[in-house]
Structure formats: structure tokens, C-alpha cells
């Protein structure tokens, strides 16, 4: 197994700039995250999927879009990026509704 | 307004000797609340958890306790050792019914010396 798998490490985007971060697991957990980690902060949930086709805002949803298609799949879009999403973004997956497995996360600046 | 509190950003700690880590949350609903240790470049990874309704939990060299009425947490780490240095992030659950969301402190940075 994989585990919980994120594309790409790293990425540099201008201000403006769109992109699609992706995240896929193996396991096939229904649940799904995404979090951003700023410098000294705690992981924020920006949104989450407890299955294929339903999604839900987090805490920090504003700036950011989802799609779960599949079960394993559940991209990340940042539409017209701001210095402000510079951060680091993790995606996790969860069976039940407690423990959850994180990817190794994607560092994105915005500059 | 920080639901979950990790106040010490940092600590340090010889090997062999114990680690204390505390966290302290607000939200009377959490009914779990979890650990997570985190290296450079990497993703958090699970350490260990407890539910509301005990007051301890333990696995190998790792033990949480859990102060419900001090709304109150610390992992213990006998013995300590090198490759404990990480970043710890308590981590604290509301059970909504639907996913688990939970809600992460800031981390404490725990280096193990020699």
C-alpha cells in the first residue's frame, strides 16, 4: 500500500496563477481532508469528503474548491492564488472517524 | 479563539530521561483527542489516542493522560530517545456525527540529546 499520496512536493505560483493539487489513497477509506499547516501554526481543515460525491467546508474553505469523483481521488483547486494560501497543504483519509493518515504534504508559495 | 493549546513551543530532553508533553483545550465536547508526531518533510503520523471516558492510555513507551476536569493532556515518553525528535501535535475531536474533524494545537518541538 502507498498510503496517502500527494502531487506535487513542491510548487511556485504566481499571483493569479490557478492550480490543482492532488491527493489519492489506497486504502479505501471513505473519508477524506485537506489541511494547510502556516509556519507555527496548527494544521487548519480547509475541506473534508466522507464519500464519493459529497463534500464539505472546513474551517479555512475561502479561496479553495473540491471534487471527489472517486473514492480514491480527491483533488485540491486553488482558484486566482494569493501570497496569503502560501503554506503547506496535506491531505488525509480516514477509515473510521477518529485516526486519520496523511500524505507527506505539498509546499506551495505564492510569490 | 484556540480550541486546542500546545504552550510550549519547544523542549528539550536528555535520553534515557522522560518527556512530558502538555496540551490544554476548551471545548467541553471533544470526546477524543489524539497525538501525532511530525519530522521535517513529512506528514503527521498517528502516536497514540484516548477517549473522554478514560483517563489513561498506553502503548510501549508512549502514555497519554487525559485530566477531564482540567481540560488537560500530556503525553509521557519513558524513555526518551533520539529518534523521538520531532514536532508533537495534540490533536482534539467533536463528535458531530459526521467526519471526524478535528482540531490541531501548534505543535511543541521535542529534541532528544545525547
Known amino acids: 500500500n502507498a498510503g496517502v499520496t500527494q502531487t506535487p512536493k513542491f510548487r511556485i505560483l504566481k499571483i493569479g496563477q490557478s492550480m490543482t493539487l492532488q491527493c489519492a489513497q489506497d486504502?479505501?477509506?471513505?473519508?477524506m481532508y485537506w489541511y494547510r499547516q502556516d509556519p507555527g501554526m496548527g494544521l487548519k481543515l480547509i475541506y473534508y469528503?466522507?464519500?464519493?460525491?459529497?463534500?464539505d467546508k472546513g474551517e479555512v474553505p475561502n479561496g479553495y474548491n473540491v471534487s471527489r469523483s472517486t473514492t480514491e481521488d480527491f483533488p485540491l483547486r486553488l482558484e486566482l492564488a494569493a501570497p496569503s494560501q502560501t503554506s503547506v497543504y496535506f491531505c488525509a483519509s480516514s477509515y473510521g472517524r477518529v485516526q486519520q493518515y496523511f500524505g507527506p504534504g505539498t509546499r506551495l508559495t505564492v510569490t | 479563539d484556540q480550541q486546542v493549546k500546545q504552550n510550549s513551543p519547544s523542549l528539550s530532553v536528555q535520553e534515557g530521561r522522560i518527556s512530558i508533553l502538555n496540551c490544554d483545550y476548551t471545548?467541553?465536547?471533544?470526546?477524543?483527542f489524539l497525538w501525532y508526531k511530525k519530522y521535517p518533510a513529512e506528514g503527521p503520523t498517528f502516536l497514540i489516542s484516548?477517549?473522554?471516558?478514560?483517563d489513561k492510555n498506553e502503548d510501549g513507551r508512549f502514555t497519554v493522560f487525559l485530566n477531564k476536569s482540567a481540560k488537560h493532556l500530556s503525553l509521557h515518553i519513558v524513555p526518551s530517545q533520539p529518534g523521538d525528535s520531532a514536532v508533537y501535535f495534540c490533536?482534539?475531536?467533536?463528535?458531530?456525527?459526521?467526519?471526524?474533524?478535528?482540531?490541531f494545537g501548534t505543535g511543541t518541538r521535542l529534541q532528544v540529546t545525547l
Open positions: 469528503s466522507v464519500g464519493a460525491g459529497i463534500t
Open positions: 486504502m479505501n477509506h471513505n473519508y
Open positions: 484516548i477517549s473522554s471516558i478514560k
Open positions: 471545548n467541553s465536547m471533544f470526546d477524543y
Open positions: 490533536a482534539a475531536r467533536e463528535n458531530t456525527g459526521t467526519a471526524s474533524k478535528l482540531t
